[in-house]
């Protein structure tokens, strides 16, 4: 795993594509039992080098009711996004991530973790490039596959990304603290203790 871990440390595959330079920010050990898969890190993680250093992630902590020495405890959690790097500004947010690095990647980190048992796909891109087609396709949107997130295929668990930006979808889906929430919480101590 070190040895992968520093080969994606030196990727320049997208360089060109992205306004502040690479830096691939992911953590991952072969013990980990849980693995967190996002959409890229903004400017803040890009800087810091440390994935959810932000808003979104001490919310996510806060859903996943860990702290963060829980949270960044690389022998349980290992974190991997679907884009490395920042991939730079569009209208209303941060880019989409770069495709090269869920191509050129995943499998070979995926590979070296034999221990998940739980793997938290937060937003769009992580659940449209992970969940099986039958999923995708009884469940064509967010919201319908945050919501029926008991009929996700193991060891999947979908959820919306906890950016500031979602306020509104939150407030909308009052459900998804009444119901994921808990459920997510259950089976994060299942796996944890």
Known sequence: ME???QEIKKCRLCEEYLPL???PVVRANERAKILIIGQAPGTRVHETGIPWNDPS????RE????DSSEFYN????AIMPMGFCYPGKGRSGDLPPRPECAKAWHKQILSALPNLELVLLIGQYSQNFYLDEEFKKEHKTLTERVRHFTKCPSPYFPLPHPSPRNQIWLKKNPWFYDECLPALRSK???VIN
Request: aromatic fraction near 4%; charged fraction near 25%.
């Open 74 to 77: 690389e022998q349980l959690i």
């Open 21 to 23: 330079g690479p830096r």
């Open 188 to 190: 994060l101590e299942g």
């Open 63 to 66: 859903w996943m009711q860990l």
């Open 3 to 5: 040895k992968l871990l």
């Open 57 to 60: 992630g001490q919310r996510l």
